[in-house]
C-alpha cells in the first residue's frame, strides 16, 4: 500500500490549505484512516481520523471547528481541509491508514510527510 500526501505549503495565518492522501494497492473504501502531524522538537499527534465509510470521525481538541477531514473513495483519496490556519498548527503532516476499524489503534501504512508552515 502506498499513501502519497500533497498539498502543503506556505500560508499566512487565517488562510487555508487542503491536503491530499492519494492511495494504491489497497481500497480506501477498507482503510481507516487518519492524518497526523509532527512539528520539530515534539512528538507526533493524531490530527484527525475517519472510519471506513466517514461515518465517524475524530479531531483533536485544538483543530475542532478549524479542520476537516473527508474521503472519496472513489478516487481512492483522502482529504484534510485546514481553515484559520495558526502558527501552531506548522508541522509535517503525515496521512495514514489501517486495516481495522476502530480510529486509535496502531496505524499500518504511512506516507511522506507534506510540510504545511504557517506564518505570523
Known amino acids: 500500500v502506498q499513501l502519497q500526501a500533497s498539498g502543503g505549503g506556505l500560508v499566512q495565518a487565517g488562510g487555508s490549505l487542503r491536503l491530499s492522501c492519494a492511495a494504491s494497492?489497497?481500497?480506501?473504501?477498507?482503510?481507516?484512516m487518519g492524518w497526523f502531524r509532527q512539528a520539530p522538537g515534539k512528538e507526533r499527534e493524531f490530527v484527525a481520523g475517519?472510519?471506513?465509510?466517514?461515518?465517524?470521525?475524530y479531531y483533536r481538541d485544538s483543530v475542532k471547528g478549524r479542520f476537516t477531514i473527508s474521503r472519496d473513495n472513489a478516487k481512492n483519496t483522502v482529504y484534510l481541509q485546514m481553515n484559520s490556519l495558526k502558527p501552531e498548527d506548522t508541522a509535517a503532516y503525515y496521512c495514514?491508514?489501517?486495516?481495522?476499524?476502530?480510529?486509535?489503534?496502531?496505524?499500518?501504512?504511512w506516507g511522506q510527510g507534506t510540510l504545511v508552515t504557517v506564518s505570523s
Open positions: 494497492g489497497r481500497t480506501l473504501s477498507s482503510t481507516t
Open positions: 475517519s472510519s471506513w465509510s466517514g461515518g465517524k470521525t
Open positions: 495514514a491508514g489501517r486495516a481495522g476499524v476502530g480510529l486509535f489503534y496502531e496505524y499500518d501504512y
